[in-house]
């Protein structure tokens, strides 16, 4: 098969593959571009951590300046694309507006990202510096990149936020979508493989550990078939709430109360109440009271649980 016989093809398969064609359509936003705008949004949350040479103090309002105009052009421009694409009217004087929105929450998104450093540092004893935090834990990288995709997601820009979300997802392994609503003192100790999904709910001061998922049991479909978009199908976690490696928790109806522990490798698809431990024994799911066990838990906790705490 030569080139030609190839380029003619695939030519056909254009005209015949329907639904993953986007030709003579509006111009879609740019991955490259919202990639460079996710690299971005990390200089400005934690200036001076991530460029080449040392930046000083008097330097900082001038870069900040010239940062903020080259990201409101270029993020305007790709919301303008995202919103062109869903048929909004005036796009171009709506995207502005947006931009600028965003831009002005990102003082308030620092503040509660600088709780999730604080919360990786004091929950890794491995750790020995907000440094180290910044720059090598990937849970930054994600945490940080989805409050700011939660917010473009609250203004109800399409594409654009789960587009961000999707680079911290190829960076790090973690997958959180821009509508979870997470709190204060988030923490993934090694971040790899977690899942979090749209409708999820985290309190403050949640932890969790790699491999878990935060995922739907189910969802509706309508008389067709297709999924019902919009309804409640994550879990709900409350604060003070650890949960440890590959713990899989389904539904919308599924609560894990305040100051509970669900160990690893545990299925949880009901509400567990506050101040609960969850784990397998055998091959059965057990739910006790924190306050009646944590005492015999000190003594047997490595025979009756399987390894919680897998810190490096």
């Known amino acids: 098969m030569t080139l030609a016989d190839i380029t003619q093809a695939l030519l056909a398969s254009y005209e ?3 639904g993953i064609n986007h030709l003579d359509g509006i111009n879609l936003p740019s991955e490259d571009a919202v990639d460079r705008l996710a690299t971005d949004f990390m200089h400005l949350l934690f200036p001076g951590f991530f460029e080449p040479q040392p930046v000083s103090k008097k330097d900082v309002p001038a870069l900040t300046t010239a940062r903020l105009v080259s990201i409101q052009t270029r993020l305007a421009d790709n919301i303008e694309k995202a919103l062109r694409h869903a048929r909004e009217t005036e796009p171009a004087a709506r995207a502005a507006a947006l931009s600028m929105q965003l831009l002005s929450r990102l003082p308030n998104v620092r503040q509660i990202v600088q709780t999730d450093v604080q919360a990786a540092y004091a929950g890794d004893p491995a750790a020995r510096s907000l440094e180290e935090i910044i720059l090598a834990y990937p849970c930054v990288l994600v ?3 989805q409050r700011i995709a939660h917010e473009l997601y609250q203004l109800g820009v399409p594409l654009l936020p789960r587009m961000l979300t999707e680079y911290a997802h190829e960076r ?5 979508h821009p509508g979870a609503r997470i709190g204060s003192h988030f923490f993934i100790d090694h971040c790899t ?3 979090i999904g749209e409708t999820a709910t985290i309190g403050n001061h949640v ?3 790699q491999g878990v998922t935060l995922g739907a ?3 509706e479909v309508d008389n067709d078939g297709n999924p019902i978009k919009g309804v409640k199908r994550h879990p709900d976690i409350e604060d003070h709430v650890t949960i440890y490696a590959h713990a899989t928790i389904l539904g919308g109806n599924t609560r894990i109360g305040a100051h509970s522990i669900v160990g690893a490798n545990v299925w949880i698809m009901e509400p567990v109440p506050a101040n609960s431990i969850a784990y397998f024994k055998n091959e059965s799911l057990v739910i006790r009271s924190r306050r009646k066990t944590e005492k015999a838990l000190e003594s047997a906790e490595s025979s009756e649980m399987q390894a919680w705490d897998c810190s490096i």
């Open 16 to 18: 015949t593959a329907g």
């Open 172 to 176: 790090t392994g973690t997958d959180i």
């Open 207 to 209: 932890k969790i550990y």
């Open 193 to 195: 493989g977690v899942v």
């Open 143 to 145: 945490i940080s990149l």
């Open 217 to 219: 049991k189910s969802f």
